[in-house]
Every structure is written in structure tokens, then in C-alpha cells.
Nanobody, 125 residues
Framework: QVQLVESGGGLVQAGGSLRLSCAAS????????MGWFRQAPGKEREFVAG????????YYADSVKGRFTISRDNAKNTVPLQMNSLKPEDTAVYYC??????????????????WGQGTQVTVSS
């Protein structure tokens, strides 16, 4: 089992940047594919980015491709999400997630077994 804690959310102007981080507990971090999701008010939770167990492969939603970068540090058990060129439509609660059975390119939230509590990102226009 793994516990996930997100940090780094906040308020930023359009065009700005934020760096989210996900800290994972446990000694088997490299067993998990990791992902970031987000949920805006009144909308379903949607996939943002996924990264393989080794960190060698990543996958992004079309809406964030070229602006967001997911990475992982398996020595520190962390998964940063660097967000650049932010837009008002990026406003949402961002969640870190982990799965032992899914792959980094799978976008369904139902593949993921463990979730953090979420961190709010607000982008003003």
C-alpha cells in the first residue's frame, strides 16, 4: 500500500507557472505507475499525465501536452508536475494517483488504486 500527499498548489495568473509535487510513502515506490489527474467544479475527474515505473516513459492529455511535464525521483519517492503557460481552464483540484496494475498511457481513473487528497490550482485571467 502507498500513501500520497500533494503540495504546491495555489493562485497564479494566466501565463504563469506552478510546480506540484506528490510525496509517496512506502518502500515499494518503484512498483507503481504514477499519474496526475484533475477535477474542475461540475466536471468529471480527468487524466493529466502518467509516468512509468522507471520514469523513462510519459504520456500526456492533449490539453496539457507541451506545457506540463511529469517526472519522478525514485530515490526520494516523489512525482513532480511542472506546469507552464497556465490557462484559466487549468483551474482544478489536482490529484496524484498510483497503480500497480495499470500502464502510464492508460487515462481511466479506474485503473488507479491509490489517491492523494488533492491540491487546488487556480489560474486567474
Amino acid at each position: 500500500q502507498v500513501q500520497l500527499v500533494e503540495s504546491g498548489g495555489g493562485l497564479v495568473q494566466a501565463g504563469g507557472s506552478l510546480r506540484l509535487s506528490c510525496a509517496a510513502s512506502g518502500r515499494t515506490f518503484t512498483s507503481y505507475t504514477m499519474g496526475w489527474f484533475r477535477q474542475a467544479p461540475g466536471k468529471e475527474r480527468e487524466f493529466v499525465a502518467g509516468i512509468s515505473r522507471s520514469g523513462g516513459s510519459t504520456y500526456y492529455a492533449d490539453s496539457v501536452k507541451g506545457r506540463f511535464t511529469i517526472s519522478r525521483d525514485n530515490a526520494k519517492n516523489t512525482v513532480p508536475l511542472q506546469m507552464n503557460s497556465l490557462k484559466p481552464e487549468d483551474t482544478a483540484v489536482y490529484y496524484c494517483a498510483a497503480t500497480v496494475r495499470g500502464s502510464y498511457y492508460q487515462v481511466s481513473q479506474y485503473v488507479y488504486d491509490y489517491w492523494g487528497q488533492g491540491t487546488q490550482v487556480t489560474v486567474s485571467s
